[in-house]
């Protein structure tokens, strides 16, 4: 006899229940925050401001810090005011550094987001963030483990009114914030195009490619603030820069480019997770860092694109590069 015989008719196999109760809510939420810093991602990448998107991670850590520890919660309101604040107040601080001490731009990125990181960090140890719900370890990896759901055992009650009450609310905020990145980019898709290769014909145009790129570094912060579960501020900057980097070697045409980053980031997010969780154990006797591997996912898969890429172009097969 064995445990299958001494369940109730109707139930859900232990199998199916332990990946419903462990594994659903962290893949959702794994693949739904990878595929839309992918999304967003591709719009930096395409304009070179991918150092910005590395900024940008970096560079909200003080402002989620101090958002936390004011309010005590972690809800998305406060954070993402935090962390838009955090953010400008660097934006401006790399315009003065640039300007008043002749040093470039990317000279600049680089010092202020390392040091707004060295602050939020420095701040969580001094107010004691190790111990409560913010912590270093969040802040690199996020938190996956802690979206648990207690599924129904049984079928019948797994379709039941209210059965879904007890949904871990990150992965449901995540495919939100999917669902709103991809319908802003669908219906502003010829201003983001025309702003992407021509801010000065966009003005000429009576656009505003100023206020454009502001929305869309506003979707980005607040990405980055709702993925901090997910898979950490920091792994997020792989995650806004290696799908699309991937996507721009493999195809010269703008929306394939973008359908290919998105692609690429929620294959990263299911694979790696599930590299992570299901093939680790097999073949190390344990599971590693989910957002980790994901991230490393696809650092991998832009570097065999790379190769490819190099290798074509050394047969003559490649076609001349173009700007989309």
């Given amino acids: ?46 304009r070179r401001q991918a150092m910005l998107g590395d900024a940008i991670a ?37 315009g003065v550094i640039t300007r008043y001490g002749r040093v470039e731009r990317s000279a600049a990125i680089g010092l202020v987001y390392t040091t707004m990181f060295a602050l939020g960090v420095l701040l969580l140890e001094l107010n004691g963030g190790a111990n409560v719900d913010l912590d270093v370890d969040c802040v690199l990896s996020g938190q996956l483990e802690l979206m648990f759901w207690s599924a129904p055992t049984t079928w019948s009650a797994l379709f039941a009114e209210g059965a879904l009450a007890g949904l871990p609310v990150q992965p449901l905020r995540l495919l939100g914030l999917l669902f709103l990145s991809c319908a802003t980019v669908t219906l502003g898709w ?8 021509d801010p000065a014909f966009a003005r000429s145009r009576g656009l505003r490619p100023a206020s454009i790129t502001a929305g869309l570094m506003a979707l980005t912060i607040l990405a ?32 394939s480019y973008v359908l290919l980053s998105v692609g690429l980031g929620a294959a990263a997010g299911v694979l790696g997770y599930l590299l992570a969780t299901q093939a680790a154990p097999l073949l190390l006797g344990a599971s590693v860092d989910a957002s980790g591997t994901v991230a490393a996912l696809s650092g991998v898969g832009l570097a065999l694109a790379a190769a490819h890429t190099a290798r074509t172009r050394a047969s003559g097969h490649a076609p001349s590069p173009t700007d989309l």
């Avoid at 010829?190 to 290769?197: G, S």
């Avoid at 792994?235 to 980097?245: D, I």
């Fill in 224 to 255: 980055i603030v709702l993925s901090f579960d997910a898979v950490g501020s920091i792994l997020a900057v792989a995650l806004l820069t290696c799908p699309p980097a991937t996507a721009r070697l493999l195809t010269d045409r703008m929306r």
């Fill in 1 to 46: 006899m064995n445990a299958t015989d001494n369940a109730p008719a109707g139930a859900i196999p232990q199998g199916l229940h332990e990946f419903l109760s462990l594994d659903m809510m962290p893949l959702i939420a794994v693949t739904a925050s990878a595929a839309t810093l992918a999304l967003l991602g591709s719009f930096l990448v395409l």
């Fill in 190 to 197: 010829p201003l983001l195009r025309a702003v992407a290769f």
């Fill in 58 to 94: 970096h560079s909200v850590l003080p402002g989620l810090v101090v958002a936390f520890l004011l309010t005590g919660s972690r809800a998305a309101g406060p954070m993402f005011l935090g962390a838009a604040l955090a953010a400008a107040c660097s934006g401006a601080a790399i």
